[in-house]
Each structure stands twice: as C-alpha cells, then as structure tokens.
C-alpha cells in the first residue's frame, strides 16, 4: 500500500511539472497581451536600463574630467597636444558615425517631440533618438572632456535617456499600436534629467516647462514611472544626496527681494546675451564646408581650451567645482573667471563635438551672483551664487519654473524658496527682450526645418 501510495504522488508531481511550464507561458502572454501591463514593464524597464547608463555615463564623465586637471596640473603643456587631438577625435566621431549627436542634445529632443512619427518623418526621430545615436554622444563628449572642455552631461543625459526610451518603446508599439511614442520620449528626457541631478521634482517640471506638455493627464503615469524607476536605480547605486550639498544660508528679509530682482534681471540677460552669441558662432560654423577648414577650426577650439587651462584651471570641465567653490570654500569670483568660462564653453560647444551647456551655464550664472554679492548682499553672498545660476540657466533655456526647482533640489535650501522664484520669473522676463527664445529652441529648428520644406523645394 505504501508503495502504491508513493508512486502515485509521484505521478502526479511528474504531471504536475510536466505541466508547469506551459501554465506559467500561458499565464505570462495572458499578462502580456493586454497593452497596460505590457506598458508598464516597457516604461519600467527603460527607466532602469536608462538609470544604469546615465550613472555609468556620470562616472566615467568625472573620470574624464578629473583626469584633464591632473595632466594639466603637471605638465601645462602637455595639454597643447592633448586638446587639439581630443577635440578632433570628439567631432570625427559626431561627423563620421552620427551627426544628430553633436551639441546638447536638449534641441533633439524637443525635435523628436514636435515631429509626427508617421511615414518618413518617423525615421528622422529614429536618427535623432538611435542607440547608434546615443553611443556616439557618450564617446564623443567624453572625449571633448578628457581635452579640456568646458561642457557638461546633463543635456547628453537627456538625449540618452531617451534613446533608451525610444527603442525600449518601439518595442512595444510593434505589440500594440495604441502607444504614443511621444509619451515615451518625454519620460525618457525626464528621467534622464532626474537621474543627471537627481532632482525628481525637476525632471517632470522640465518636461511640463519645456517640452511643453499640454496634456499632462494622458503622460503622467509613464512620466512619473519613468522619473521614480530612474531616480530610485541611480540612487541605489549611488546613494542619497544632493548635487551640490547644503550651502550656509543667513536669514532672508523683504528687504532682500529687490536684490533678488535685480540678480535675475542681470544674470537672465547675461545668459541671453549667451544664448545669442553661441548662437552666432554656431551659424557661422555650419556655413564652413570643407573638411580641412573644419579640422582646423576644430583643432583651434582645443588650442583655446588648452591656452585658458593655463590661465586658470577652473576654466576646464562642467563648472561644479566652480559653484562649491564659491558655495562651501568662500572662494570669490572676478570678471576674469567669468570670461573664460564664456570663452571655454563657447569654443568647446562650437568644436562640434558633443557636450552639454546645462552645468556650464549653472557654473557661469554662479561667477556673476558671486560678483555681485561683492557690492551688494555681501552677508548673502551663497544665496546671490544661487540666484545666478537660476537666472543665468533661465536666460538661457527660458525655463524658469525648471532652472529654480533643479537649485532648489540640488540645494535643498527651502527657506530661500520665493528669492528663487522671484529671480527665475525676473530672469525670464529680462531674457525675453534679448530674444523671445530660447537657444535651445533656434538649434532645435535645425532638426525640424528640412522635414517642413516639401521634397519637390527641396530638389
């Protein structure tokens, strides 16, 4: 009896298993055949593959980055070779692999927002949003680092993270065909921005501010699951914490608001007045088409590069070093600094490699509120840094809800929350007597521009 009763619990175990893998397949394409959930793992999956390149990106960017100022640090001139190389190596790469991966990357994305993903149109998304798209941004911007560039990787950030997104969901389109790619493009730009700055808060403000989201309620699910999925992955690697720290602060009177004021009417114009110029250089630079004037003017920016890391060693990289500076050592800023950093960020941008403005202009908007905090607001000096950088990324982005939420995350200085608002609101109407947009919005036009002219213009 006993044996008789083992081998029929044997059987039924053998049937049991026997049976297991289809109930579990069939169970799994049940799950899956409905468009949320199959969605859902889409839009979460992207988030954590995006949140795992982004922090990778991040420390090979610092690796970069601090490997220039130890060279440079001991031998000077060594640079002189090493610019020039970088810098041409970074645009070969942009020019010869992927074109749609110079710059920012900010323009591309607002690109791929406005262009209908129908017929051909859709394959100029493919270009500006492809992997191939993606790791040709992360090569050529970490090579434009390693020479000494003035740039950042917030914007490199954005597009990346929306590559990801983009592939993750044309994926899921091809099983169902209600998605709006649209949607995954916005919460890939916004969780890149939260996991560049780990500022949540500023990745959905940014993509409500600036790529204008009209209708919120129809991309806040995927919005939000892409910012907490991004944002929780990035900090489990690298932990809680601010982007800056938690700078001293003195108490804020009424009495400090038209200082506030005047700090964003200044830096919003200063960062218009920016926006303007890179913006001229830019055109000039794509009217150059012979590939021998191109190398020589590429190899002339790294020279530059190389001749302002000489003059001051603070004039190279993204500028965070530049705000603790000011924010944490008392360091004070003077009319110099400020200039090579204009100068630096311009000639590393017009290099035409990729490489980002975000972080550049935060750190140049700082040199100006420390400047001014040495002849007014001097017991404020922190809060005026900070009041420029809101203003100055305000003037050039025209963002100011964005620009004041990202200091404010990377700061957490809430007792300063309305100076804030009130410099980034001042900063935005300055800006707009310089230009009523942005810069990102007239490179952006350049993406766009040849899919408005009809083919037959075109020819």
């Known amino acids: ?37 199959l969605k859902a793992l889409g839009l979460w999956t992207s988030a954590v593959v995006a949140a795992l390149i982004s922090v990778a990106y991040a420390k090979l960017f610092h690796f970069a980055e601090t490997g220039f100022d130890k060279i440079s640090s001991k031998s000077s001139y060594v640079v002189f070779i090493l610019s020039p190389i970088c810098f041409l190596l970074a645009w070969w790469m942009v020019r010869r692999f992927s074109p749609e991966a110079a710059g920012s990357g900010i323009p591309q994305i607002m690109a791929a927002n406005e262009i209908d993903y129908s017929g ?37 950030t954005l597009q990346i993270c929306a590559s990801v997104f983009h592939f993750f969901g044309k994926q899921v389109r091809r099983k169902s065909f209600n998605i709006d790619e649209h949607t995954w493009v916005v919460a890939g730009a916004a969780a890149g921005l939260a996991s560049a700055f780990n500022t949540p808060l500023g990745g959905i403000v940014y993509a409500i501010e600036e790529l204008g989201l009209v209708h919120f309620h129809k991309v806040r699910t995927a919005l939000i699951s892409g910012v907490i999925a991004s944002g929780l992955v990035a900090q489990w690697i690298l932990g809680s914490y601010l982007y800056l720290g938690f700078p001293k602060l003195n108490s804020v009177s009424f009495s400090f608001l038209p200082i506030a004021i005047l700090n964003g009417a200044i830096t919003g114009i ?14 000039k630079r794509l009217l150059v088409t012979k590939t021998t004037h191109l190398v020589l003017i590429t190899m002339g920016c790294g020279l530059v590069v190389a001749v302002l890391s000489m003059i001051d060693n603070r004039s190279s990289g993204a500028g965070i070093n530049v705000i603790t500076g000011f924010l944490f050592n008392d360091q004070e800023a003077g009319l110099p600094l400020l200039v090579i950093r204009y100068i630096g960020t311009t000639v590393s941008y017009l290099s035409g490699a990729a490489g980002g403005i975000f972080s550049p202009s935060l750190a140049m908007g700082a040199t100006i509120g420390s400047y001014l905090s040495k002849f007014i607001a001097a017991d404020h000096a922190n809060l005026m840094v900070m009041l420029g950088m809101i203003g100055f990324l305000t003037g050039v982005t025209h963002t100011p809800f ?6 404010l995350e990377m700061t957490d200085r ?29 490179v952006k036009e350049k993406y766009i521009a040849p899919i408005k002219i009809p083919v037959s213009e075109r020819e």
């Open 1 to 37: 009896m006993k044996s008789s009763s083992q081998e029929k619990f044997s059987i039924r175990c053998k049937k049991f298993i026997d049976h297991l893998p289809t109930r579990f397949i069939d169970k799994i394409n049940e799950i899956f055949s409905d468009p949320q959930n």
């Open 120 to 156: 051909e149109k859709s394959k100029v998304v493919d270009r500006l949003l492809s992997l191939r798209t993606a790791a040709i941004k992360i090569i050529s911007s970490l090579l434009c680092v390693a020479g000494g560039g003035a740039i950042g990787r917030e914007g490199p």
């Open 270 to 283: 200063a960062g218009a007045l920016f926006g303007r110029l890179l913006l001229f250089f830019l055109n």
């Open 402 to 407: 964005t620009s004041f939420i990202l200091v």
């Open 414 to 442: 809430h007792s300063a929350i309305f100076p804030m608002m009130l410099a980034g609101l001042t900063a935005q109407w300055a800006s707009s007597l310089i230009d009523r947009n942005s810069f990102y919005e007239h």
